[in-house]
């Protein structure tokens, strides 16, 4: 009898699994492929790194995966240090066993735009490349994922679990679906401005709003 195919899910937000929008994202992704017969089991990068215990579980289910999938906000145009720490002892303990890896990156940002996660996701394909892994292709959300309904979201995970299954790469289609920026723009800048106004009289640096102190220090 054949075995089931295994996916892990490497979740890399600080939020944890529960929280965080791209683990909640990545997790109906994981179900579908539970549902088409696949094995699957989610990790939260974070917690793993607090004991070598946990890093070597994350590493071994890694290594042993057919899939690995990772899911991640941008942090000024990159991956959370945390993520890049994990990338890092993947690398230093990778092998070549001769079993194909699969690698798929989701990225998650705040900015409407999506393309904001593409130098993340270049980083993603190269360390792809660095470990003997198969890119299996990058989905990015802007807007946190708000311009994108739970109903296109399963259209995004149909059309990729299918492409995964044939072995391709996520398809244009989905990668253009999933890049939606939210429909009222203006509406979410003036939320997301709200929000910045609210902690920053919060942390009594309401003034400083507009700072820009490298750029004031090449000036003086
Ligand atoms: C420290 C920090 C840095 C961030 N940097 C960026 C950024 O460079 N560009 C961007 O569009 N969003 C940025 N964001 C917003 C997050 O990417 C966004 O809120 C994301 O949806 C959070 O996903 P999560 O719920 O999975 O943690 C940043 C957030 C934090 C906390």
Not at 17 to 32: F, G, K, N, Q, Y
Not at 85 to 109: I, Q, Y
Not at 185 to 194: D, F, H, P, V
């Amino acid at each position: 009898m054949n075995r089931a195919k295994q996916a892990v899910l490497l979740v890399g937000s600080p939020k944890g699994l529960a929280r965080s929008t791209s683990s909640r994202r990545a997790a109906v992704l994981l179900d579908a492929l539970q549902d088409r017969g696949w094995a699957v089991s989610k990790l939260h990068i974070h917690a793993a790194l607090r004991s070598q215990e946990d890093t070597d579980v994350l590493l071994a289910a890694a290594a042993s995966a057919d899939l690995v999938i990772l899911a991640c906000p941008l942090y000024v145009d990159s991956l959370p240090a945390p993520v890049i720490r994990v990338l890092e002892l993947l690398h230093a303990a990778r092998t070549r066993d001769g079993e194909e890896t699969r690698f798929l990156t989701l990225m998650n940002c705040g900015f409407p735009e999506a393309s904001h996660n593409d130098t993340a996701l270049a980083i993603c394909r190269l360390f792809a490349r660095a470990m003997g892994w198969t890119w299996a292709g990058g989905i990015a959300l802007g807007g946190t994922g708000m311009g994108v309904s739970g109903a296109a979201w399963h259209k995004v995970v149909r059309l990729t679990v299918d492409a995964l299954e044939r072995g391709e790469a996520v398809p244009d289609e989905a990668v253009a679906l999933a890049a939606r920026p939210p429909t009222k723009i203006w509406l979410y800048m003036l939320a997301g401005n709200l929000m910045w106004r609210r902690q920053a009289k919060k942390n009594k640096v309401r003034q400083r709003l507009g700072a820009c102190p490298y750029a004031e220090r090449e000036h003086s």
